[in-house]
Nanobody, 123 residues
Framework: VQLQAFGGGLVQAGGSLRLSCAASGRTFRTYAMAWFRQASGKERESVASIRWDGGDIYYSDSVKGRFTISRDNAKNTVYLQMNSLKPEDTAVYYC?????????????????WGQGTLVTVSS
């Protein structure tokens, strides 16, 4: 499975961005997917994750109510809609795939990673 994330950019605080992650391979629909982020000098952290069928979703407390993860298995794509962005959301955002139906929030649980897309939120 190859993952390609895109949609990052520079946005003012309070603005919105939509990240997309396109996956290759027919097995995408059987994988749990997630978005992680890594700010400069910090460890990679979980942002949101979604079960293979979209039936279970997790959000970190820092983004709950502002971000929405979704997936379209017909298009082999997972999305992250980010609203009410804050300067502390500035980071490189990575999508990840897990060879399992159920979601997870740990980096080590994911088997495939995209290249990352930079989100910069100015104050």
């Amino acid at each position: 499975v190859q993952l390609q994330a895109f949609g990052g950019g520079l946005v003012q605080a309070g603005g919105s961005l939509r990240l997309s992650c396109a996956a290759s391979g027919r097995t995408f629909r059987t994988y749990a997917m997630a978005w992680f982020r890594q700010a400069s000098g910090k460890e990679r952290e979980s942002v949101a994750s979604i079960r293979w069928d979209g039936g279970d979703i997790y959000y970190s407390d820092s983004v709950k109510g502002r971000f929405t993860i979704s997936r379209d298995n017909a298009k082999n794509t997972v999305y992250l809609q980010m609203n009410s962005l804050k300067p502390e959301d500035t980071a490189v955002y990575y999508c990840a795939a897990r060879r399992d139906y159920g979601l997870s929030i740990t980096v080590a649980s994911y088997d495939y990673w995209g290249q990352g897309t930079l989100v910069t939120v100015s104050s």
